[in-house]
């Protein structure tokens, strides 16, 4: 992680993504940061200490499980708050936030501001929606689905373009499954002829299937 001090770039992320407008609370220190792919973003800060705006590049975010594998939560590269959890509260999260990319950040370090923004409301709202989300993200891809399977072809015949699967792992991350278990019902829906391999990590539901 460097800090980058360029106060132009700085001004272009906070207006691009509105960031200013997100709490009543005036003359806040934002400062900019950069992450290299690979980082943990949230084990090299206390969480509970910053807020984090990605406004660049892609996170995953996932839980250690007991026997040490990775549990997905989510990849995105859309606009995220991170240490909305902290900040609410929860301080002994399990979950880890990875840089899978370069990282740009917007982080609002909160040692001479948290008083005010326990009053912001403005800034609450947004908390409240950012939470709300995350929900939302965790919680969507358990629901209607008996078994893994469905869950899989209801993704392909409505969340992916063409009904075409690109990327074992990516795809993975979005179901919240783990990749051998993903590559495990791809073979057997291949090879009963409701997918075709087209190649490598890249799956179509068969004509029959659309």
Excluded: W
Excluded at 165 to 178: D, F, K, R, Y
């Amino acid at each position: 992680m460097k800090q980058i001090h360029n106060d132009r770039l700085l001004e272009r992320c906070l207006k691009q993504h509105k960031i200013e407008s997100l709490f009543d609370t005036k003359g806040l220190p934002f400062r900019l940061c950069q992450y290299e792919r690979g980082e943990i973003l949230n084990n090299i800060h206390d969480p509970a200490h910053y807020l984090h705006f990605v406004v660049e590049g892609t996170v995953y975010i996932y839980f250690i499980r007991d026997d040490g594998s990775r549990s997905p939560v989510c990849l995105t590269d859309q606009f995220t708050l991170l240490g909305d959890m902290e900040f609410s509260g929860e301080i002994s999260l399990p979950f880890l936030v990875e840089a899978r990319s370069k990282i740009l950040c917007v982080e609002l370090p909160l040692y001479t501001c948290r008083s005010a923004l326990l009053n912001d409301n403005t800034f609450l709202r947004f908390l409240l929606q950012s939470l709300s989300r995350k929900m939302a993200l965790v919680s969507g891809t358990e629901v209607s689905f008996t078994n893994f399977e469905e869950r899989l072809l209801h993704y392909l015949r409505y969340d992916c373009p063409n009904q075409q699967l690109q990327g074992v792992e990516t795809t993975a991350i979005h179901l919240h499954c783990s990749r051998r278990q993903l590559q495990r019902i791809l073979k057997s829906l291949t090879e009963r002829e409701i997918l075709e391999k087209q190649r490598k990590g890249i799956y179509r539901l068969k004509k029959a299937e659309e």
